[in-house]
């Protein structure tokens, strides 16, 4: 029987209405969903091409084990989590707990029961080896907000639909489709900004597909900060902040004022490369319109100073009257009472903070209470007390996300015991003891309690799984479920969790993701507060009677400032002496040590390194290659399609180069999350994309630093983006230093 079931894509953030036709429980196509009220019938292609993945003959169905001779062989689900518990509870008494982690990868923020479990696991076990794909991603934005508001939960998100002047700032949202904020059809949300007569700017140093539809104002590879600093010296020096207002809503503004007074577009044009009249234009614009603001994203938090950049994106919407207002940046808001208390109460209680301890290698802060992944190698490498004995790895590819990953596979082949839940092989899972089988989004109900407080129009949406899980496929929450089983008698948190679980089965209601989300829709805006709201809603009413979702409100609210600000007189501080100490390390460059600047980019048909197994993404004979301005192209003989070296100081890969005018002279682009070698089970992904060198594409972060020391000093986050590079032909590439990409190190590893 075929029939049409109503649920929403979980591969990026706007999670756009979907409809899944199924055929006797089997996935047979994807398309948008037209009666979704925010997508409104629009889907990008990877989501439309996710039946491929869903059904992909690449797909792991099965748990895997390693054999001696390295190939994986089918075991049951009994024979490896016996196994698994064996050697786990070896570690826990060799090491203790410390010697226990857990990576997290991007997709698992797409699935609460993921998210949750996880967290509270590796909280509750006392690991410091907590990491995710949030040290390459965001985690500074959590720092900055933890700085400016007390709240490292506390994100504003940009307005979308009644800002008039929206500067865009390392973001491609018309690519991405918009990042830490939820914003379905963001395209035609931004073109609808300028419709009304408003202006998007994008600052961003390549011409991005978002930047041709608007104002493109480049910019020279992190410098974003002097330019912040740059339009706040504006906004004070000309009088264009309201006083009183800041009075009011902050503290520390003397000193800031004080901070930005040797930054003025002349001094930070020849750095920034941006004219002195444009940066005052700009403030004067920020300043002067009622309803603009300012937003930055991963372009932002990838620089050396990314805490700073990001806290100085928030103190520009502020200063300039345009946080926490109408058409500013504002603030989301789940519903639930007390959640300025209950994170107070968290931040006192638990690692949930920012620094609530610091790696044992490197010294850098948590966030969250998640360690840098670049320092997770050297955490394997380095001998003594809470060395990196075992590890999970969840809905990540890090040998491919994380800097160096060589570095990162030669210690991953050191462990006792590496086990990956995936639902492919990859690059990382190749050095895994165990692979076990994870659930597709379709293959498993969810509410993404991870994205609540960010729709850019609040919105709720519950789905339930469309189809079974295929094969022996299995949700990752249920896994841990059995972990803390495993680990119970060593970890007495760990053991108070055990015995909820073990009491609440005899009852027959094991807590669930499904429990927890309802919980939350009941007592959250448009909920039915248990009875008292008649007609409100729960997670049943959601998937039953509103499968398209709900619009809970037309917009978001102003005036959260005082709920999220944990701060004493729940004032924003803009004076704190470990965020504006990173002004004095605002990297100068005088003396580049190579003479062009990395960046990165995603495009429109890959997410990160994992969709590139399906033939609908891959059509076109699409290839990995860096952009380059056509100027640098041929200042150094190369041509549209020739294979080049491009190194970094901290290592090299080859690749073929696109040649561009879209981007800043001086500006390299490469997209990550390629370097697809034979290691990882994706067929089409090893052979597609194959250059005259037979590679999937290159890993462009054996370009990045994993040394402590190049990380951000405040987050702990790899520096991926300014990277000074140099690129050449490949017949003149020296010769003599082993080439540093992911095929090397993979056919090492596998040996
Ligand atoms: N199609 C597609 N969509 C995706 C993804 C994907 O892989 N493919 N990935 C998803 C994920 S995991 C995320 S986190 C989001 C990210 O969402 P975005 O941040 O919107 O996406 P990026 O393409 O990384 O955009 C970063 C931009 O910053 C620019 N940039 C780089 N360095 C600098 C700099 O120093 N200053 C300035 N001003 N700009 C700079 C880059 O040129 C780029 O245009 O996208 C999500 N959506
Ligand atoms: N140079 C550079 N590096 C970057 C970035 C950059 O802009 N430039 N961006 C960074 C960012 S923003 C991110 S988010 C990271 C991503 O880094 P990672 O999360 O480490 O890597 P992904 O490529 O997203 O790999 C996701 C894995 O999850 C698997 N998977 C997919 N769905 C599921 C599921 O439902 N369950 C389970 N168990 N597995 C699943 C996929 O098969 C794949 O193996 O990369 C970062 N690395
Ligand atoms: S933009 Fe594409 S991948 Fe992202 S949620 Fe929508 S359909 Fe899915
Ligand atoms: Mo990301």
Redesign the pocket.
């Known amino acids: 029987m075929r029939e049409d079931k109503v649920t929403y894509c ?2 990026c953030e706007p999670l756009c209405g979907m409809i899944a036709t199924v055929e006797d429980d089997r996935l047979i196509a994807l398309r948008p969903d037209k009666d979704h009220p925010l997508s409104k019938g629009f889907a990008c292609p990877k989501g439309v091409a996710f039946t491929e ?1 869903v059904n992909d003959p690449d797909r792991v169905l099965y748990p895997l084990r390693r054999s001696r001779d390295g190939e994986f062989e089918q075991v049951s689900w009994d024979t490896a989590m016996t196994e698994i518990g064996t050697k786990l509870r070896d570690v826990q008494r060799r090491h203790g707990n410390s010697g226990i982690g857990w ?9 609460t029961g ?1 998210t949750l479990w996880s967290g509270a696991f590796m909280s509750l076990l006392g690991t410091p080896h907590s990491y ?3 040290s ?3 985690n500074n934005r959590f720092v900055a907000s933890h700085f400016l508001y007390g709240n490292p939960t506390a994100v504003p998100i940009p307005d979308i639909n009644r800002v008039e002047l929206l500067v865009i700032v390392g973001a491609n949202p018309v690519v991405s489709h918009g ?1 830490v904020m939820s914003s379905p059809r963001i395209r035609e949300g931004l073109n609808a900004i300028t419709d009304r007569g408003g202006r998007v700017v994008v600052v961003d140093p390549r011409r991005t597909e978002t930047a041709r539809e608007f104002e493109w104002l480049p910019i020279v590879p992190d410098t974003d900060a002097l330019l912040l600093l740059a339009l706040l010296h504006v906004m004070f020096d000309e009088g264009l902040a309201d006083a009183e207002r800041l009075a009011r809503q902050a503290s520390g503004m003397d000193t800031l004022r004080g901070v930005v007074a040797e930054f003025s577009p002349e001094v930070v044009a020849r750095r920034t490369d941006v004219a002195p009249e444009v940066i005052r234009e700009l403030a004067r614009a920020l300043a002067g319109t009622e309803r603009a603001a300012v937003y930055g994203r ?1 372009g932002t ?2 620089g050396r100073t990314g805490t700073l950049t990001t806290a100085l994106l928030d103190i520009v919407n502020l200063v300039a009257g345009n946080l926490d207002v109408v058409g500013g940046s504002m603030f989301g808001d789940l519903g639930v009472p007390g959640q300025r208390l209950g994170m107070t109460a968290l931040q006192h209680v638990s690692t949930f903070t920012w620094a609530g301890r610091r790696s044992r290698v490197g010294n850098l802060p948590q966030v969250l209470g998640t360690a840098p ?1 670049s320092v997770m190698a050297k955490e394997m490498l380095t001998p003594g007390p809470g060395q990196l004995r075992a590890l999970f ?6 040998v ?4 160096n990953g060589d570095e990162l596979s030669a210690a991953l082949d050191g462990l006792d015991l590496l086990v ?5 092989r ?1 690059e ?2 190749a050095h895994a003891h165990y692979i ?1 089988p ?4 379709y293959e ?1 109900g969810d509410f993404l309690l991870p994205f609540q407080m960010l729709f850019t129009t609040p919105f709720k949406q519950a789905t339930d799984p469309v189809i079974t899980p295929r094969g022996e496929a299995r949700e ?1 929450w249920t896994v841990i479920n059995e972990l803390v089983g495993v680990l119970a008698r060593r970890a007495p948190m760990l053991a108070a969790l055990h015995a909820i679980n073990t009491v609440s089965s005899v009852l027959g209601r094991v807590p669930s993701p499904r429990m927890l989300s309802d919980l939350v829709v009941r007592i959250g805006q448009g909920g039915n507060h248990f009875g008292f709201s008649r007609g409100g809603l729960t997670y049943r009413k959601l998937v039953e009677e509103k499968p398209h979702g709900v619009v809970v409100a037309d917009h978001l609210t102003p005036g959260a400032l005082r709920k999220v600000v944990t701060h004493r007189g729940r004032k924003v501080r803009v004076d704190d002496p470990d965020l504006l100490a990173e002004i004095d390390r605002l990297p100068t460059d005088d003396d580049p040590p190579l003479p062009l600047r990395l960046i ?3 495009e429109i048909r890959s ?4 969709q590139h197994n399906a033939p609908m993404l891959l059509r076109g004979g699409r290839r990995h290659t860096a952009r380059m301005h056509s100027d640098d192209a041929r200042a150094r003989g190369i041509g549209e399609g020739d294979l080049v070296e491009v190194r970094s100081m901290h290592g090299r890969i080859r690749l073929a180069v696109s040649v561009i005018d879209d981007i800043k002279p001086g500006v390299v682009a ?4 390629w370097g697809h070698n034979g290691s ?1 089970g994706w067929t089409r992904a090893n052979a597609a994309a194959a250059n005259d060198l037979g590679t999937g594409g290159a890993n ?2 054996a ?2 630093s994993s040394n402590p020391d190049d990380l951000e000093r405040l987050a702990g986050m ?1 520096n ?2 300014g990277v000074p590079i140099e690129v050449s032909p490949l017949e003149s590439a020296a010769p003599d230093i082993p080439v540093r990409d992911a095929s090397t190190s993979a056919n090492a590893s596998m040996s």
């Open positions: 979980r591969i993945i990576y997290l990868g991007n997709p698992a923020t797409f699935s993921h995710s794909a949030g390459q991603d965001v990042s991963v938090s990838l992944a790895v969840s809905a990540g590819n890090p491919l996300s994380v800097p990956s839940l995936d639902i492919y990859n990382t899972n076990l994870a659930t597709t989004m498993r990752e990165g980019m995603r997410e990160n390194s994992w490469i997209p990550h999350g990882g462009v972060n370009l990045i790899a991926m983006t």
